[in-house]
């Protein structure tokens, strides 16, 4: 919301620098989005009549040669490529020696064979507004030719732009800002809508239905008589340039200035152009309207409709339809407008307008919640200024349909506001910030004897409904700053719970590796899991639906962490990365198998026990995972050798070291899971219990995606992990190891890993680590048969070992080994 320094002073007295008003909206928790100083210009700015325009042709582009009296014995000839005024208009002119905003110099300059002398400015470089379509014309009358048109263009005042959150809707409107800059700075505030007289008014001014709630009142009022051609004020217009809003006609322009003024926006209807009653109801499905714009919307049976005898005439709160806009004059050069002034549902109006992609100055307060007293006042205000501006007559008669409701009062302690807060406000300090608010204040005793208030909250406050708000109320006008900030004291050997750290450390662990940590995109799309190659009834195929998703492609919480994963690794391919390593960790969702009925209790009073532990049963597995994908080059090439491709193996090394880093050992075990390659892929194993798998990816599952080729990943269950809150410090041995290398011969369908599994098992408490670091098949050892090398460390922690020890202990490893696998020494 934009808004004049000088109209805010209008409704609150002088104020202060245009730095210190900022300042007072911030202590009552508006954001100040931008402070648009004066513009500055120096050098001559007049006001110029435009005598004769010769259009030069043969060019590209519209030029035209155009003198302009600015009040010297001679016109000047300009130069000017704008189109939108004609002889006898108005407009701003900067001499030779000027200097617009931006250091933009005006001289006299020869171009498109004339010598322009000057230039006519756009509200967009005079700085007082956004509009570069056309020139700024004046109203007819507003100043001599020659004048200075600095006063006349307020170029003094500075514009504040402010950032209004969606509960308060009354900061779209010079009202509801005046009042909060009021309250800041501790003044009266004279309500603007109370200065506003509505007559008795007998009949209606235009027969109207409500057939849905989603209007909750509509007021009309008809002003005949009016002419269409009248301009608007100049200070209406300085105003709504100031706004943003670009001025149009008087009708249009009074509309918006009431909008702007109020609060509540307005639609005028040609009413020569209305058929039959106004009738307000929802669209049937596939009807069409052609809204101000010229676009032709096909309607969701959701809209709310505006319409008459000849069909829609109206998206209600959003815009008006072309089939009633304001057309030219009738016969005797006036016309008769009806006026709307409604209040809708928010939530109808909201969906609407981004249904349809079509937010509009309307629809942003509507959707933000506006006053329902509003309507007759507004409807009176824009008629009033339709009679003093434009020459029409108000028509007997106002419709005034539906009823505004009414909030509930809400009862609070005397005290709460000092309690809350921790601090001791002056007596009185509770009902005098409610009543700025606009609350009706009762003071009452509650059953033990203390003191409360019971605030009705006004009609524009639809926010205040728990004691919780009138306490915010009252702190944030008294000011956030005096609050004092007190640490609370930290106890002693609290901190980080064993499941905080154990994942900081998972997340460290695999930055040091190389890792990159992302966050991606926890919603999916369905067919990710053909995609994927899972079987119709593998369960990471049933997730939870979001009922409004961001995405409504991607509307299923994901049940792995891999597709969000895949997604952010093919997004960084297409920026040029080529060897990438992510991981992220998050939680998965995982429904039941036979869900359990939501409640949806009474928000009145705490849910009962029961009913919490119901809420909680219907709620899905909610496990943190953490998961990692590899592509490209995991050892990068160059002058020292040729690097390596990122491997299975690596994705399952990843897996090992988020044991470690949880410590846990983890054990690989050969397994069959999409969409993993059926070949490479390893089952990561707690004991026996299954927590997860890496490997490569199945080729198929790599085209589909788009994937590089052999991209691997790996995904554990965090939480499946055992948790040991007391690790012991790990015993360092000051004493030497001693390196055994083994080459076992076994069949090729054994694992190495269970290989490795029986050397330590038979290697003892003197094994301290088992490296696999060679295979070899060949004739030598056999069809259907390999050779696995191992370095077996052994260490003892208090003496050195000897080699007959070494030894014996690795015999014992290698006897395990040919029990279990029938594993013989390579000769």
């Known amino acids: 919301m934009r808004v004049q320094q000088s109209w805010l002073s209008e409704h609150v007295g002088e104020l202060p620098s245009a730095e210190e008003t900022a300042e007072a909206f911030v202590r009552v928790g508006l954001e100040i989005e931008e402070l648009h100083a004066a513009p500055e210009i120096t050098g001559p700015l007049?006001?110029?009549?435009?005598?004769e325009i010769e259009e030069l042709t043969g060019l590209k582009k519209p030029i035209r040669w155009c003198q302009v009296d600015v009040g010297e014995p001679e016109p000047r000839g300009i130069i000017c490529g704008a189109s939108n005024f004609a002889v006898d208009d108005l407009?701003?002119?900067?001499?030779?020696g000027a200097v617009l905003p931006g250091g933009f110099a005006i001289s006299a300059r020869k171009t498109y064979g004339h010598v322009s002398d000057g230039m006519i400015a756009s509200v967009r470089e005079l700085g007082i507004g956004n509009d570069h379509a056309g020139i700024l014309v004046l109203p007819p009358g507003t100043a001599a030719p020659g004048a200075e048109a600095r006063p006349l263009l307020g170029l003094d005042d500075a514009v504040i732009e402010l950032n209004v959150t969606p509960d308060r809707g009354y900061g779209f409107a010079v009202r509801g800002l005046a009042r909060e800059l009021a309250c800041s700075l501790d003044v009266d505030f004279p309500d603007p809508a109370a200065r506003v007289v509505v007559p008795a008014a007998e009949g209606d001014a235009w027969p109207v239905r409500l057939e849905d709630q989603?209007?909750?009142r509509f007021v009309a009022r008809r002003v005949n008589g009016v002419d269409p051609a009248a301009p608007a004020p100049w200070w209406m217009q300085r105003r709504l340039l100031g706004a943003g809003m670009r001025p149009i006609s008087l009708i249009v322009?009074?509309?918006?200035?009431?909008?702007?003024e109020l609060g509540q926006p307005l639609h005028a209807y040609d009413a020569a152009r209305l058929a039959g009653p106004i009738v307000v109801r929802k669209a049937a499905a596939g009807e069409k309207l052609v809204t101000l714009d010229d676009v032709e919307r096909t309607l969701d049976p959701d809209d709310l409709l505006i319409v008459d005898d000849s069909g829609p005439i109206g998206l209600a709160g959003v815009m008006g339809g072309a089939s009633t806009e304001i057309a030219g004059p009738g016969e005797d050069g006036r016309i008769d407008v009806l006026l709307e002034a409604a209040h809708f549902s928010p939530p109808v109006i909201a969906r609407s307008a981004r249904r349809h992609k079509l937010p509009s100055e309307a629809s942003k307060r509507f959707e933000r919640t506006v006053d329902p007293q509003l309507p007759p006042i507004a409807a009176e205000r824009a008629a009033a200024l339709l009679v003093e501006f434009g020459g029409g007559t108000i028509a007997d008669g106002r419709t005034d349909e539906g009823a505004a409701p009414v909030l509930p009062p809400v009862r609070m302690p005397l005290n709460l506001p000092d309690q809350i807060a921790g601090i001791a406000y002056p007596p009185g300090v509770t009902v005098r910030r409610l009543g700025q608010v606009g609350c009706r204040i009762e003071l009452a005793t509650g059953d033990d004897g203390r003191g409360g208030v019971i605030a009705t909250p006004p009609s524009?406050?639809?926010?205040?409904?728990?004691?919780?708000?009138?306490?915010e109320e009252v702190l944030r006008l008294e000011g956030y700053d005096v609050i004092p900030s007190v640490l609370p004291p930290a106890p002693g050997g609290r901190g980080l719970s064993a499941t905080q750290l154990r994942r900081r450390a998972v997340s460290r662990a695999l930055a040091e590796s190389g890792f990159v940590e992302v966050l991606p995109f926890p919603f999916v799309d369905p067919t990710v899991w053909d995609a994927f190659g899972l079987a119709a009834d593998d369960v990471r195929r049933t997730t939870v639906h979001v009922v409004n998703p961001l995405d409504a492609e991607r509307a299923e919480l994901s049940t792995t962490l891999l597709p969000g994963l895949l997604d952010t690794l093919v997004r960084n391919r297409s920026r040029g990365a080529a060897d990438i390593a992510l991981s992220t960790i998050g939680q998965v969702v995982l429904p039941h198998r036979n869900p359990v009925e939501m409640l949806d209790p009474a928000v009145g009073s705490r849910p009962s026990d029961a009913e919490i532990a119901q809420i909680d049963a219907a709620l899905p597995a909610q496990p943190v995972h953490v998961g990692a994908v590899l592509a490209g080059d995991r050892e990068a090439r160059g002058w020292w050798g040729p690097g390596r491709a990122a491997g299975w193996a690596d994705a399952v090394q990843a897996a090992v070291l988020v044991g470690q880093a949880s410590g846990v050992q983890l054990r690989a075990t050969a397994a069959d899971l999409a969409p993993w390659h059926p070949g490479r892929c390893a089952a990561l194993r707690v004991g026996d219990w299954i927590v997860g798998h890496a490997g490569e990816l199945h080729p198929k599952v790599v085209e589909a995606l788009g994937l590089p080729p052999r991209t691997c990943a790996m995904e554990i269950?965090?939480?499946?992990?055992p948790l040991d809150e007391s690790?012991?410090?790990?015993?360092?041995s000051p004493y030497p190891p001693i390196t055994v290398d083994v080459a076992l011969v076994a069949d090729a369908g054994v694992p190495a890993a269970q290989l490795a599994d029986a050397l330590a098992a038979g290697g003892g408490e003197l094994l301290e680590h088992v490296r696999l670091f060679d295979?070899?098949?060949?004739?030598?050892?056999?069809?259907?048969r390999r050779s696995l090398a191992f370095r077996l460390s052994f260490r003892a922690p208090d003496r050195t070992l000897t080699s007959e020890e070494a030894n014996a202990a690795r015999d014992a490893a290698v006897a395990v080994a040919a029990e279990r696998h029938s594993a013989a020494l390579r000769g």
């Not at 407009?91 to 030779?96: E, F, G, I, R, Y």
């Not at 295979?775 to 259907?784: A, I, K, L, M, R």
């Open 46 to 51: 007049v006001v110029g009549r435009v005598a």
């Open 91 to 96: 407009v701003v002119v900067a001499l030779p």
């Open 214 to 216: 989603g209007c909750l």
């Open 253 to 260: 322009d009074v509309t918006n200035y009431v909008m702007l």
């Open 460 to 471: 524009w406050r639809p926010d205040l409904t728990q004691p919780a708000d009138l306490v």
């Open 717 to 721: 269950d965090l939480d499946a992990l």
């Open 727 to 732: 690790r012991p410090a790990p015993r360092v």
């Open 775 to 784: 295979v070899f098949t060949g004739e030598q050892v056999g069809e259907g």
